[in-house]
């Protein structure tokens, strides 16, 4: 009898599984529906106005993104801060201190 309810509970799981994945799917399925409806009313508002159908694009400039995570700011967030340049030179590499090994 046991062995019977490990079974049937067993299947049960499976069944509910396979349930929530069916379900998962049809969600994705009318989500990319909705989106296709809408892209092609937006195709359809195009040609009847006689503009030119333009794609959804998300244009990235790999550039632009760079110099807007570091620009540097000023403190109250608007516009750029004064930089300050702290320019070190070496002129000779006798000036370089090296690091002496320790015995353990």
Do not use: C
């Amino acid at each position: 009898m046991n062995n019977f309810f490990r079974q049937v509970t067993s299947w049960g799981a499976r069944v509910g599984l396979l349930l929530a994945a069916l379900v998962f799917m049809a969600s994705l399925v009318f989500a990319a529906g909705l989106l296709l409806a809408l892209w092609l009313l937006r195709a359809l508002w195009a040609k009847l106005t006689g503009r030119p159908v333009q794609p959804w694009v998300f244009k990235m400039h790999r550039t632009d993104l760079w110099q807007r995570a570091y620009q540097a700011r000023a403190p109250d967030g608007r516009g750029k801060a004064p930089v300050d340049v702290i320019d070190a030179e070496v002129k000779d590499i006798t000036d370089v201190t090296d690091v002496e090994e320790k015995r353990p």
